[in-house]
């Protein structure tokens, strides 16, 4: 199990993000492949060292292979994210899509439409599109699957944006950031939208640094150079403290929880997915009967407590409940990791689940398997059947003893 922190205590943009996990032993290569599968030809990504206040950094470079690229909708985007190919992996492609749909969401709140018709910048363009897949896989790749960041600094003063000038934290900015530690920290936009969503989509809580066995270290570098503090996002990776012994964690959640009993019931698929993409651990429906005989269903939302404002307002926003129930929970969660399997000539993931060493739980990725399904023009069912027995095949089965390069960097990791 490996856990990130991100301190943006200087601001955040996707670019400063991506820089500093590649800092930390991302691979470049295995990010250019994974955007590549999203918008192939597109964009050029490069890294250079530089300094930022005297602090070496990675700052990573992403440019334009055709000069005019299009401002895709968040609808495009969407299905560009559903056809890509194997070379951007399941589990990064689930946060990237919560990641976008999350910011198009807070687009479409700031100008009064609705997400699939948010059609600028910060949802389409292709430096955005880079930077979410980019981070996604770059965490992937370094088999990171808990999240955990810092306060925010958002900046003051003014920005100029294509709708002109705006006061700092951009709307955007201050939508997404909803339930977040924020701090203005300096002058100017310190905090982008496509930051800002990534950190609290991603991120499962805005702490200070938590007890770890240290790893690796990142820095990212923003394009600016202030002298009096560097312009950069630090990553700090390791094993939580106490977990050498491979028991399953304990957090704290929050559960949430709407009875409702008039709602169109061809809305909940949209209600939960914009719940996930909201930043919900899990979101389901319970049927019940009502006063009166009447069928409903209890809306539940299990979140991490930081995202609790933000997921109600969602619930209120996309159900007609009057009213929310919340309590808090403990989750136990096993540890997780992700291992490559070779089926039928591709490469799917499978997903693990681990506790003390020994491998409780071995699932194929289901996207990968019926994305290769309809590739191969074959039922589901023989690729899921195909990936468990190569899983089989390399020991991944419950009882078995945990490989030591599950969740390793260099590996898929963890998701």
Known sequence: MRTAWLDVSAGVAGDMLLGA?????????????????????????????????????TRLVVAPLAEDQPHRTWATVRTLLAQASPALAGPARERATAVFARLAEAEARVHGTTPDAVHFHEVGAWDSIADVVGVCAALHQLGVDRVTAS?????????????????????????????WRVFAGGRGELATPTGV?????????????????????GVGAGSRDTPWRPNVVRVLVGAPAGTGAGTAGREAAVLLEANVDDLDPRLWPGVLSALLAAGASDAWLVPMLMKKG??????????????????????????????????????????????????????????????????????????????????????VRTVLAAAAAAAAARGLVPGAPLPEDIGQRGDRGAG
């Open 21 to 57: 996990l590649i800092d930390a032993g991302a691979s470049l290569e295995a990010v250019r492949r994974a955007v590549d599968a999203v918008v192939p030809g597109a964009v050029r990504l490069t890294r250079e060292q530089v300094t930022r206040a005297g602090m070496r950094a």
């Open 151 to 179: 306060p925010l600094a958002v900046g003051a003063g003014t920005v100029r944006t294509a709708h002109g000038e705006l006061p700092v934290p951009a709307p955007a900015v201050a939508e997404l950031a909803a339930g």
């Open 197 to 217: 969503a990534l950190l609290t989509v991603l991120a499962a809580e805005c702490s200070d640094l938590p007890p770890m066995c240290l790893e690796t270290t």
């Open 294 to 379: 009447r069928p409903a269903h209890t809306l539940c939302v299990l979140a991490p407590p930081v995202r609790a404002d933000a997921l109600r307002a969602t619930v209120f926003h996309h159900t007609s409940t009057l009213g929310v129930r919340e309590h808090p929970v403990r989750k136990t969660a096993l540890e997780r990791g992700w291992a490559d399997v070779d089926v039928l000539g591709d490469v799917l993931a499978v997903k693990i689940g681990h506790d003390r060493g020994t491998i409780v739980q071995s699932t194929p990725e289901f996207e990968d398997a019926a994305r290769l399904a309809a590739d191969r023009e074959l039922p």
